[in-house]
């Protein structure tokens, strides 16, 4: 099992931004849990972040063939990204959204969510252990 982690904008920024909501464990904390939880499920993975709309979209397309599976935060383009949900389902790849914070219990425009309309499984304020979830998820199927 190859896997995909997209993250959207500002994730990089983790611990730093909003700390309350987000957590205090910053982006590389994450970047080697990923790491660490592919070797226990003995899967690969590869980890991309953008703040950068396009460069989503490029690489969900480059994706196509490569990856078997998709793990996506798509952070604040959740919300507004028709081209991200495209490209989604236009690869065709099994995909998992992931949002740390609980956005059901967020503003109101945080409960549309775009991007999760081509997402078979959806893990939402689990922290970054939501992260481990999705791919376990994709690994299980």
């Known amino acids: 099992m190859k896997i995909l982690v997209i993250n959207g904008p500002n994730i990089n920024m983790l611990g730093i931004r909003e700390p309350g909501i987000y957590g205090k464990e910053n982006y590389e904390t994450l970047l ?78 945080r409960q549309i969510s775009y991007a999760g309309i081509a997402c078979e499984e959806h893990i939402i304020g689990k922290g970054l252990n939501g992260y481990k979830l999705a791919m376990e998820y994709l690994c299980n199927k």
């Open 32 to 109: 080697t849990n990923i790491k660490e939880w592919a070797d226990e499920l003995n899967c690969q993975v590869e980890c991309f972040q953008s703040n950068h709309e396009g460069s989503i979209v490029d690489k969900i397309q480059e994706a196509y063939g490569v990856f078997d599976g998709i793990v996506i935060n798509p952070a604040a383009y959740t919300h507004t990204s028709v081209a991200i949900l495209d490209a989604l389902k236009s690869v065709g790849i099994p995909a998992v959204e992931v949002h740390i914070s609980d956005v059901t219990k967020r503003e109101d425009f």
